[in-house]
């Protein structure tokens, strides 16, 4: 048994959606969240500046006494997972990469899927080397949908201009006759509602973040880590506009939080 937190992070509001599943499938755990909101979007920057601000984030996680990390950003998962595996030897890493690819494999049947992530993401080819690497036969198309992220974070979730956006990015998959589509990016089932109006009900949309709790779950049985008390308690940090953060953050999780706005460049 191990009372410590789990350490979950991304670029900003992103990675309550899997906060969200983890305190689902975990519910006696404490999660301590970073959303890097100062520096958000992850997405445009180079694999250099993604690999350091997730170097940073997690020095500050490991100073909340963190037990493991789940990095909640495909950006970071497809671009340094191994970099900071290796920088930090002895602290379990959960991404979610792995998970999202399992459980699209699981959902095709006509083996033609739809992946949507940030530039660096789909830039990265990690989500078509995983799936592939599982079942070669499967066709993967990919596509980039960079502003999905900004709506995200102004809670624009499903308003004119996101169902125009979710248009124009979507068009070329849905003509890929594919029977599913991956959330690859955190940041996506916030806008759920609108891609799955535009691909349309036969398109099943497939979330990494169930299959990445059940994997955080499955390492900390195995390793006799989970916490069997009754301490929940999730905490949350920012490194800017933690009101904004606070109000999406109470609408995601259904619970009203606050967050504490930390100097994440000094870590
Ligand atoms: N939520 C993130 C992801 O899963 C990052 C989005 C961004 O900052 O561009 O990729």
């Known amino acids: 048994m191990d009372k410590r937190p789990i350490g979950i992070f991304d670029s900003g509001v992103g990675g309550l959606t899997v906060v969200k599943e983890v305190i689902r499938e975990l519910p006696f ?11 958000v979007p992850y997405g445009s920057k180079s694999k250099e500046t993604v690999t350091k601000f997730s170097s940073q984030i997690i020095r500050f996680l490991k100073s909340k006494n963190v037990k493991a990390v789940i990095i909640a950003c495909n950006t970071v998962s497809s671009n340094s997972f191994e970099e900071l595996r290796e920088e930090f030897p002895n602290l379990p890493i959960i991404e979610v990469v792995g998970p999202g690819a399992e459980s699209c494999i699981k959902a095709t049947k006509n083996n033609i899927v739809g992946v949507i992530g940030t530039e660096a993401t789909i830039k990265s080819g990690a989500y078509e080397k995983r799936i592939k ?3 070669p036969k499967i066709k993967v198309y990919s596509k980039a949908c960079p502003l999905f992220v900004p709506l995200a974070e102004e809670g624009w979730t499903n308003n004119e201009v996101a169902k125009q956006t979710a248009n ?4 070329e998959l849905i003509e890929t ?21 535009t691909v349309g009900k036969e398109v099943k949309i497939i979330d990494p973040a169930a299959a990445t709790a059940k994997k955080i779950k499955d390492f900390l049985d195995k390793n006799n880590m989970l916490n069997k008390g009754n301490t929940e308690k999730h905490t ?23 967050a504490e706005k930390v100097n994440i460049e000094n870590c």
């Open 29 to 39: 755990e404490e999660t301590v969240y970073f959303g890097d909101t100062a520096r």
């Open 133 to 135: 690497a599982l079942d």
């Open 168 to 171: 124009i990015y979507l068009k």
């Open 177 to 197: 006759g594919m029977d599913c589509i991956l959330l690859g990016c955190t940041h996506y089932p916030l806008l759920k509602a609108c891609i799955g109006e």
């Open 236 to 258: 949350f940090y920012v490194s800017d506009n933690n009101k904004k953060f606070a109000d999406i953050c109470s609408v995601t999780l259904k619970h009203s939080y606050n």
